[in-house]
T-cell receptor, first 109, second 114 residues
Framework: ELKVEQNPLFLSMQEGKNYTIYCNYS?????LYWYRQDPGKSLESLFV?????AVKQEGRLMASLDTKARLSTLHITAAVHDLSATYFC?????????FGTGTSLTVIP | NAGVTQTPKFRILKIGQSMTLQCAQD?????MYWYRQDPGMGLKLIYY???????DKGEVPNGYNVSRSTTEDFPLRLELAAPSQTSVYFC?????????????FGDGTRLSIL
């Protein structure tokens, strides 16, 4: 069974600051996803990372993948309140998907 | 564009009752998935389907059954509800499972078993 660990589990940060969320996984994977979930809502796709060294950016969020280290990062630049949400990474191997436990991000004005 | 539609949105069941959670997508996606999300946790895959007539188990299939008679619909059946099945259930779909296409999620069904 593939294990996916995210840290930190909870993150409180001030507006304007930078921070990184880490996603480690235990075995070889085909691809890695990042999702955002607002309280009581569904999941919204942020990024799909397919290969070693892949980097994708959208607004204040940037995701990267290091398949050799089995590590993905989600970097937040100059955080704003609207980024407050829970962020999940998910690792896929074949048709099986494994989610991390999520990072609950709160951005404080 | 409706995307992935789940019904019902909320349901309370008694132990031992059965029910079917409905999921429909209008994007002509081949792949469909059922997940459960327990409080404060990530999602766990219950079952998935790569096309009509084809289903397979995910990480936590016990206590559930699925069928896929059409491309659009992928219902999840609970036969004998147990308190451990209290959770939020999400259905998702994607055009193909091995590509750069993300999964599209429904709004979820919040199920309580008492």
């Amino acid at each position: 069974e593939l294990k996916v660990e995210q840290n930190p589990l909870f993150l409180s940060m001030q507006e304007g600051k930078n921070y990184t969320i880490y996603c480690n996984y235990s075995t070889t994977s085909d691809r890695l996803y990042w999702y955002r979930q607002d309280p009581g809502k569904s999941l919204e796709s942020l990024f799909v990372l397919l290969s070693n060294g892949a980097v994708k950016q959208e607004g204040r969020l940037m995701a990267s993948l290091d398949t050799k280290a089995r590590l993905s990062t989600l970097h937040i630049t100059a955080a704003v309140h609207d980024l407050s949400a829970t962020y999940f990474c998910a690792v896929a191997t074949g048709n099986q998907f494994y989610f991390g436990t999520g990072t609950s991000l709160t951005v404080i004005p | 564009n409706a995307g992935v539609t789940q019904t019902p949105k909320f349901r309370i069941l008694k132990i031992g009752q059965s029910m079917t959670l409905q999921c429909a997508q209008d994007m002509n996606h081949n792949y469909m998935y059922w997940y459960r999300q327990d409080p404060g946790m990530g999602l766990k895959l219950i079952y998935y389907s790569v096309g009509a007539g084809i289903t397979d188990k995910g990480e936590v299939p016990n206590g559930y059954n699925v069928s896929r008679s059409t491309t659009e619909d992928f219902p999840l059946r609970l036969e004998l509800a147990a308190p451990s099945q209290t959770s939020v259930y999400f259905c998702a779909s994607s055009y193909t499972g091995i590509s750069n296409q993300p999964q599209h999620f429904g709004d979820g069904t919040r199920l309580s078993i008492l």
